[in-house]
């Protein structure tokens, strides 16, 4: 009896201790279900706010998720424990939740998920990038030797490896980089397939089958320069000597061609029509290009410097000199660059695709998206001493037919503007004129009917017209030599950099933020997520 | 009796949370496999997947993706697998967002 009581109480105890293990097991599995579903409808607020926040990048409000048996929610109310911090406007850093410095340009997301009284944390951080690719195609994008492309936070570091960072390569074609001497410090991106040759040095990911890349599409007629203040047109289409351009310029020709290079000094120039400069372009500045656009040699672009060309853009430096940008080059055609340096952003959007061709041509993306700097709008060349404000007043002595004797004639130029092509003052061909009589001790009376006046001077068989046919090339060469001791446009002597300009003049910034013409949505991207 | 039925209760009990762990791992590993695609090749809609057999269980899968507008997306992956006595059911949602990673 005792014995079967004994058996009867171990049964027992086994029966309940295999219940009891049971029990846990459920509840172990249960609870790691719950465990995983609270951290997903943790993830789902996240995600959802982000979702509000690349449609409206001030979004602050609660966000609340609900799955079956799970709630997840999210709260920018900074009385909360748990809140999340939008510092997307700021320039600066914010303090977040759990002091968590928030970055400017970013928001901090603190998500938390409820299931089956197992709770769980999630938190992001997602900023604002600026533009990834040095570089940037359309369609493909190719190299046989030579290309190096990499970013530097400053691009005083050009020079200095360590200070390299990496810089992107994008296609929506296809990238085929081969030959030798090809470095790249950074991710190469296509939609389709991306060939490295065996002699390419690669620090990244290469990554056929992506996404499109994201291009801005810049309107580049949108720059003309027309009614500018103070906009020069040129008066000839092909420069001989070197010019340097301040202000706003504007062309219209087939070709405008620059033989001996094209210097800006916080210039703008607008082409309609083709451009080809012999000699580089250099200083800081920015050509806008409705047509094709060719520039041979070496020179060096300090500053910020925009080249946009509606047309096929080809570059060609010199082994011995290469032709260096800092800032922007962009075309709706295709690029050709050999002998290049940029510290900036290449970009090639043709809607059909661009074909970017790179050798020895270096690539830098730095962290200025764009291109800023100041215009300054000065005025015409001043006129002589003596002159009215509406126009140069010019004596020219004129013989007095009847009397052989000297007659004082001045003709009243309309205000024209005058060009310095480096090394003389061109007149844009013709200006407008009117004769004034000016008589000894008398008012000056204008030419209006000159039978009026004729008979002051009596002069056989010329007419009013007929004078200042007669006067105006005289007035022109006299005008010129006059000038000839005006120095060309640019700071006033005795200026210093970063002065007041000259007297007379104003400034306006010609500015090209890529970042307007990108999406918020292609442009925010995830610094930080991970379980708390 | 009772007693005697502790012991079957408790392996099929033991059984059941083991399919249970294995279900929710298989759908867990389908959601984070749609989340790392890129987000406009996440096309909308519902489409069944091939079954998976672990130690002698069947799991059928299915997923479903819903967009909750042009920026967000909601996937459901269920997975659904037969014991000796009645069928079972798990499901595991998340929202994936218009983001790259």
Redesign the interface.
């Known amino acids: 009896m005792a014995t079967a009581l004994v058996v009867?109480a171990l049964?027992?105890a086994?029966?309940?201790t295999?219940?009891g293990?049971?029990?846990s097991?459920?509840n172990?599995?249960?609870r790691?279900?719950n465990a995983?579903?609270a951290r997903?409808?943790a993830?789902?607020a996240i995600?959802?706010a982000?979702?509000e926040l690349?449609?409206t990048p001030t979004f602050a409000q609660n966000v609340t998720?609900r799955?079956?048996g799970a709630t997840g929610n999210l709260t920018f109310d900074r009385n909360e424990r748990l809140f999340s911090t939008n510092n997307l406007d700021s320039d600066s850093s914010a303090p977040g939740c759990g002091g968590t410095v928030v970055p400017a340009q970013a928001v901090h997301l603190l998500g938390v998920g409820e299931c089956g009284g197992v709770e769980h944390r999630l938190e992001a951080i997602?900023f604002l990038s600026r533009y990834p690719f040095a570089v940037a195609s359309s369609g493909p994008v190719v190299s046989q030797g030579g290309l190096q492309v990499a970013a530097v936070d400053d691009p005083a570091d050009a020079e200095v490896l360590e200070d390299r960072r990496p810089g992107a390569v994008g296609s929506n074609a296809e990238i085929d980089l081969s030959g030798p001497g090809i470095d790249i410090l950074g991710d190469v991106q296509a939609v389709g397939a991306v060939r490295l040759g065996p002699g390419v040095k690669h620090e990244g990911e290469a990554r056929p089958g992506?996404?499109p890349v994201v291009l801005p599409r810049i309107e580049v007629t949108r720059y003309d320069t027309a009614g500018k203040p103070g906009v020069v047109e040129l008066s000839q289409a092909t420069f001989a000597e070197p010019l340097t351009l301040t202000g706003y310029s504007r062309c219209a020709a087939e070709t405008l061609k620059f033989e001996r290079g094209l210097a800006l000094a916080n210039g703008v120039l607008y082409v309609e029509g083709n451009l080809e400069v012999q000699g580089g372009i250099s200083g800081t500045g920015a050509v806008i290009v409705t047509g094709t656009t060719r520039v041979e040699g070496g020179a060096a672009a300090a500053g910020q410097t925009a080249l946009l060309s509606k047309g096929d853009v080809t570059l060609r430096g010199l082994p011995g000199a290469y032709q260096a940008f800092q800032g922007l080059i962009y075309t709706e055609g295709n690029l050709d660059s050999r002998y290049l340096k940029l510290n900036g952003i290449f970009l090639a959007n043709n809607a059909g695709g661009s074909t970017v061709r790179l050798d020895d041509t270096r690539l830098l993306k730095t962290p200025i998206d764009g291109v800023d700097f100041p215009v300054t709008v000065t005025p015409a060349a001043s006129p002589p001493p003596g002159a009215t404000a509406e126009g140069s007043l010019l004596d020219v002595v004129m013989s007095d037919p009847t009397t052989g004797g000297p007659v004082v004639a001045s003709l009243l130029l309309d205000r024209t503007r005058l060009v310095w092509d480096g090394s003389a003052w061109q007149l844009p061909a013709p200006p407008t004129a009117a004769l004034v009589w000016v008589i000894p001790s008398g008012p000056t009376i204008p030419v209006v009917d000159g039978d009026e006046l004729m008979p002051y001077l009596k002069p056989r068989g010329a007419t009013p017209k007929g004078l200042l046919a007669l006067a105006l090339p005289t007035v022109l060469d006299r005008l010129r030599l006059i000038l000839k001791d005006v120095p060309p446009p640019g700071p006033s002597p005795g200026a210093q950099p970063g002065g007041s300009p000259p007297p007379g003049s104003s400034s306006e910034r010609w500015t090209l933020d890529l970042s307007k013409f990108i999406l918020q949505?292609d442009r925010?991207?995830?610094l930080l997520?991970r379980d708390v | 009796m009772m007693?005697?039925n502790?012991?079957p209760?408790?392996?099929?009990?033991?059984h059941?949370?083991?399919q249970?762990?294995q279900a929710?791992s298989l759908a867990?590993a389908r959601?984070e496999e749609l989340r790392s695609q890129?987000f406009?090749r996440l096309t909308p809609g519902a489409s069944p997947l091939p079954a998976v057999e672990v130690d002698g269980v069947k799991y059928g899968r299915r997923q479903e993706i819903a967009r909750?507008?042009d920026?967000?997306l909601d996937l459901k992956v269920t997975v659904d697998w037969t014991d000796a006595r009645r069928t079972h059911t798990?499901?595991?949602?998340?929202?994936?967002?218009?983001?790259?990673?």
């Open positions: 009867v049964l027992l086994l029966g309940f295999a219940a293990v049971s029990t097991s459920l172990l599995a249960s790691a279900v995983q579903t997903n409808v993830e789902a995600s959802e982000a979702a690349l449609k998720v799955f079956p997602l992506s996404d949505q925010m991207r995830v997520w | 007693v005697f502790l012991f209760s408790s392996s099929l009990a033991v059941r949370s083991k249970e762990l929710a867990q959601l890129p406009p909750k507008n920026r967000l798990l499901t595991q949602e998340a929202y994936v967002a218009r983001l790259p990673r």
